[in-house]
C-alpha cells in the first residue's frame, strides 16, 4: 500500500465518481478479512493515513500474565519488549507487514477491493439513470439481435436494450446512429440497473416538444393532454398562459421547423396539435380535426354527441375509427358521431313527433 496505490484511488474519484473514503473503507475491510483468514480469531486494526498515503496494520491482543489464547492474547513479558508501558489487562497492538501475507490471502483482498469498485459503479449508474427517468435521451445504437428485433444501444451510462415491443412499427435501425430513447422505468439489480427504454410511450412525444419548444421549456405554453398510438398517429393539447402567444403556432414552428424536427424523430408518425380549451364542447370539436364539428352536446358527466356533416362524418371517424378514439382519449370524453344537427337528428329518430 503505496503512494500509487492513494494516486489510483484518485484517480477512481475523479473518472469514475466513485468515493475515496468510501473505497478506503472496503480497503480496511478487505484487509482485515484476509488477515484474519490467514491466522484465524485474530483481532486486527487498520490504520488509514491518507495525508501521508500510508496504511498501517496492527494485530491487537490482550496482555495477560498466562497465555491461554496465543491468537488473541500476549504475555506481559513478550508485551514489553513491544512497549514497557504495557500492563496486564492492557492491549497491545503489534505492528505486521504486508509481505507476511501468503498470495491466497493477498488475491482475497484485491477480489473485495475489485467487488467494492464494481458495486460503486452499479451505484453511480443507478443514480445516473434515476436521475433521467421519464426524460428522453440520445444513445448510440450497438448492436441489433436479428431474431428478436431488439436493439442494444449505449445510453453514456452503460449498454441497454430497447425490446422490440418498445420499437415503433417497422422501424429500422443502424449500428453507430444516435436515437433518442424514453427512460420508462429504472430496477436495481445484483448486476446492475435494468433500464426499461421505449420509442412509443406517450410522454416521449412531451419531452420532444418540451425540448424543442422554447415556449414549454419556460413555461408560457402548457402540454394538457397526450393521446398517442404509436407510428400511426399523435393528438396532443396545448394551452398558453398569455393570450398574446398562440400555442398551437409555438409549437408548429416558424415555417413548421419544430413539428418537423420532432415529427422525423419519431419516424414521421402525424402529429395533429390542438388549442385546448376548458370549455369541453369547444375541446372536443378542436379534437376531431381536421373533421368540421358543428355542434356538440353533453350527454353525461363524461359522454357526449357529436354531429357533422355527411361529407365529414368519414374524417371525424378517422381511419378504423383512429381519430374518433384518439380524441375521445385526448379529451376523456365518450364520443358519439351523428350526422346533421341535434334538431333534425331528433326529428329523424322520432318521426311520429313531425
Known amino acids: 500500500m503505496n503512494t500509487e496505490f492513494f494516486d489510483a484511488l ?12 468510501y473505497m478506503l473503507e472496503k480497503v480496511e475491510a478487505a484487509l482485515a478479512s484476509a488477515y484474519k483468514r490467514e491466522i484465524g480469531g485474530s483481532n486486527v486494526k487498520i490504520v488509514i493515513d491518507s495525508d501521508k498515503k500510508e496504511i498501517k496494520m496492527y494485530q491487537v491482543m490482550d496482555v495477560v500474565e498466562t497465555v491461554e489464547d496465543p491468537a488473541v492474547q500476549i504475555s506481559l513479558e ?5 512497549n514497557r508501558r504495557y500492563k496486564i489487562g492492557a492491549v497491545a497492538e503489534i505492528e505486521l507487514k504486508p509481505k507476511n501475507f501468503r ?7 484485491k477480489q473485495v477491493i475489485i467487488q467494492a469498485i464494481r458495486e460503486a459503479e452499479r451505484g453511480k ?3 445516473e439513470y434515476e436521475s433521467k427517468r421519464e426524460e428522453v435521451i440520445t444513445a448510440t445504437v450497438i ?40 427512460v420508462m ?18 410522454h416521449m412525444i412531451k419531452r420532444l416538444f418540451e425540448l424543442e419548444v422554447p415556449e414549454i421549456q419556460d413555461g408560457t405554453v402548457v402540454i394538457k393532454a397526450i393521446a398517442r398510438e404509436a407510428g400511426s398517429r399523435t393528438k396532443i393539447a396545448v394551452a398558453a398562459r398569455s393570450e398574446d402567444v398562440d400555442p398551437v403556432g409555438a409549437c408548429i414552428g416558424n415555417r413548421s421547423t419544430r413539428i418537423n424536427g420532432i415529427v422525423s424523430e419519431i419516424g414521421f408518425e402525424k402529429i395533429d396539435i390542438i388549442k385546448y380549451s376548458d370549455v369541453p364542447q369547444e375541446f372536443i370539436k378542436a379534437a376531431l380535426a381536421p373533421a368540421d364539428v358543428n355542434e356538440v352536446v353533453l350527454t353525461g358527466e363524461r359522454s357526449c354527441q357529436v354531429f357533422v356533416d355527411p361529407d365529414q362524418l368519414s374524417l371525424a371517424i378517422g381511419k378504423e375509427g383512429q381519430n374518433a378514439r384518439l380524441a375521445a382519449r385526448l379529451t376523456g370524453f ?19 313527433e313531425e
Do not use: C, M, W
Open 143 to 182: 448492436a441489433i439481435d436479428d431474431v428478436s428485433g431488439n436493439v442494444v444501444v449505449d445510453t453514456g451510462t452503460s449498454k441497454a436494450t430497447l425490446l422490440k415491443s418498445e420499437q415503433l412499427p417497422d422501424e429500422v435501425f443502424t449500428v453507430g446512429k444516435p436515437i433518442k430513447v424514453f
Open 103 to 109: 498470495r491466497l490471502s493477498a488475491a482475497a483482498a
Open 334 to 352: 365518450k364520443i358519439d358521431i351523428k350526422t346533421g344537427y341535434p334538431q333534425a337528428s331528433e326529428a329523424e329518430s322520432d318521426p311520429e
Open 10 to 21: 484518485d484517480e477512481l474519484e475523479q473518472q469514475k465518481g466513485i468515493a475515496k473514503d
Open 125 to 127: 449508474a443507478i443514480r
Open 185 to 202: 422505468e429504472v430496477k436495481k439489480d445484483v448486476k446492475g440497473p435494468v433500464v426499461t427504454l421505449s420509442r412509443t410511450h406517450p
Open 78 to 82: 513478550d508485551a514489553k519488549k513491544i
